[in-house]
């Protein structure tokens, strides 16, 4: 009888443990927010993406992802990628023949970020044994288990995009940060670059660092070349595949900043081919590689604006810019991390308590010269410095920089353990506890309380939660069809839960619907009539005491939504009954 080493006895199988540890966080987060599956769709996109999944399985051709419900009749074409779709659909249609439609789509929904929290978790772990061992990734496991600020987008309910985009670019970090190590990682990390940016460009800052570490190394290291090579043509391959099942032919010509497109996906290709040329010569002379890795990017850069100059600008370099003053510049999301210190500080100080450790654990760690020249470790800390660096540019991404920085963060707890001679377990698991995202998040707020500060307002605004709960939407919905001018946030509502269409929903490419939207609700009643008239509005919708954005206080008492607030209702207008979360006013003809 073969014997068992006596190492897979003292210590468990790293995969299973990861799995099991999932499964309870999975457990964990289904139970508390079960019931909330079926009270509302948990977000604006997540009811949009929602309204985008039935419209495929109810006919929808693959590349037609346009909504003749918005913004009637010029409808609204989505930036967002089928093949979040795709997945979705495949989750609903498995729950489907055992539960009914109605509770296998609720079932979809929790599940479905549950199931990406895995390879998170999974990506995570695999950056922190490269960077300090086993006992690293162990931590980091642990971390992870307590990581609540890190699971906002993989709350039960959270079926957009951002949970999918979190975990494949974990993913493509791991695997950057072991292609010195392992050879099939370099195809892996273009692979999944290429794939991540097919879906969408919110994580583009994290896997150009991804690509920029791959082509140092290559730099300064000619044995480099082959991961270099291999690099390269897997990005330039996977997007080819990514604008093919992405891109209708009657779109292939069309240039976009904010989704794959021609000029995207031609800068990306020649940014790989570059590469995997310079990978395939390796020249001896570092200058000259360096010169060839140079040129990859320069000539990236050239291919974009040669087809679209204005996308310099970024992704959001092509929305109208009438609709920056009136929502885009006042989205809670997009705020800069010192304007949310200013109005809400205990936020704040709960959003930048962990990557403020990982700060701190980069700069202790790089103390040592053998991690100062550890290519892993300087692939993990640039990535981390560009997710810590967006979330201080727009608060939106602090996710990335949680668990991007937790890696760090267990390589840090390592040194601890050793200087407290910490030896049992119990006592390494204690004090790892208190650098759990959770524990500090918890912490900083505590003492930022105990300070003296406190939030001006709530970024969950509980005055404005029964206007998302489901349940209010069902006497919306029993009026007979018309389009609706209400606040850019319920218009995702509307179209999921009722069959009537919306003017306005938070959506960058839809600024004639916004414009026309805010227009008719900041402006006089006179003035309103004529827009909404001219919109071929049917009715008027208004709840919760939240103003139009942009609409400065002197001017909201002589405004239609002042004026329908004071309940100074217009004579072409007649109130209309729609349950009591929502005052509805239909326009008379």
Not at 142 to 167: C, E, S
Not at 485 to 503: C, E, M, Q, R
Not at 530 to 550: F, S
């Amino acid at each position: 009888m073969a014997r068992i080493p006596a190492s897979l006895l003292r210590e468990p199988n790293f995969a299973a443990l990861v799995v099991m540890v999932w499964l309870l966080v999975a457990l964990m987060l289904l139970l508390q927010h079960w019931p909330q599956t079926a009270e509302t769709l948990l977000d604006t996109d997540d009811a949009k993406r929602l309204v985008q999944m039935h419209a495929w399985l109810g006919g929808k051709g693959w590349f037609d992802i346009g909504e003749a419900r918005l913004q009637p009749p010029l409808g609204y074409e989505s930036h967002w990628s089928r093949l979040i779709d795709a997945g979705l659909a495949g989750l609903f249609l498995l729950f489907k023949p055992f539960v009914g439609a109605l509770e296998g789509e609720r079932l979809m929904r929790a599940w479905w970020p549950l199931l990406w929290l895995l390879p998170a978790m999974a990506g995570t772990m695999a950056i922190a044994w490269r960077i300090a061992g086993r006992e690293a990734a162990l931590v980091a496991l642990l971390l992870a288990t307590v990581g609540v600020p890190a699971y906002q987008q993989f709350t039960p309910g959270r079926i957009d995009h951002h949970n999918v985009q979190i975990a494949l670019t974990l993913l493509a970090v791991a695997a950057t940060v072991w292609a010195d190590r392992k050879s099939w990682t370099a195809i892996a990390a273009g692979a999944l670059s290429g794939l991540v940016l097919a879906i969408g460009f919110e994580s583009l800052p994290y896997i150009a660092a991804c690509g920029a570490a791959v082509a140092v190394r290559y730099i300064v290291d000619r044995d480099a070349a082959m991961a270099l090579r291999n690099y390269g043509l897997a990005l330039a391959g996977t997007m080819l595949v990514g604008f093919a099942v992405s891109v209708g032919p009657d779109r292939w010509m069309r240039t976009l900043c904010d989704a794959i497109a021609i000029n995207t996906l031609a800068a990306t290709v020649c940014a790989g081919l570059v590469l995997a040329l310079a990978g395939q010569l390796a020249h001896r002379h570092a200058l000259t590689r360096g010169a060839a890795v140079s040129a990859a990017g320069c000539i990236s850069v050239a291919v974009l604006l040669l087809f679209e100059k204005r996308c310099i600008g970024g992704p959001l370099a092509m929305a109208d810019p009438a609709i920056w003053p009136i929502w885009l510049s006042h989205v809670r999301e997009m705020q800069p991390l010192l304007d949310v210190f200013e109005k809400n500080p205990l936020t704040a100080a709960s959003i930048a308590a962990f990557p403020s450790v990982a700060v701190l654990s980069a700069l202790v760690l790089a103390c040592g010269s053998k991690l100062r020249r550890d290519f892993g470790f300087l692939a993990a800390v640039l990535a981390f410095a560009v997710a810590a660096l967006t979330t201080i540019m727009a608060i939106r991404t602090y996710s990335y920089a949680i668990w991007l920085g937790m890696p760090l963060v267990a390589g840090l707890a390592l040194r601890l353990f050793v200087l407290l001679k910490l030896k049992s377990v119990a006592a390494r698991v204690a004090a790892g506890l208190m650098l759990t995202p959770m524990a500090l998040s918890a912490g900083a707020i505590t003492i930022a309380h105990a300070a003296g500060f406190d939030d001006r307002d709530s970024f969950a605004q509980p005055a404005r939660r029964h206007c998302f709960n489901t349940a209010s939407y069902a006497p919306l919905a029993g009026l007979p069809p018309g389009l609706v001018v209400a606040d850019v946030s319920y218009g995702p509502f509307l179209l999921a839960l009722t069959p009537h269409s919306a003017l306005a929903a938070p959506y960058h490419r839809l600024s004639a619907g916004i414009v026309t939207a805010h227009g008719a609700l900041a402006a006089p009643p006179d003035q309103a009539r004529g827009l909404l008239a001219e919109a071929k509005v049917h009715y008027v919708m208004l709840c919760g005491p939240r103003p139009p954005d942009g609409l400065p206080e002197l001017e909201r008492s002589r405004s239609l939504w002042g004026r329908l607030q004071a309940g100074a209702v217009p004579d072409w207008l007649e109130r209309v009954p729609a349950g009591p979360a929502f005052a509805v006013y239909r326009v008379k003809p």
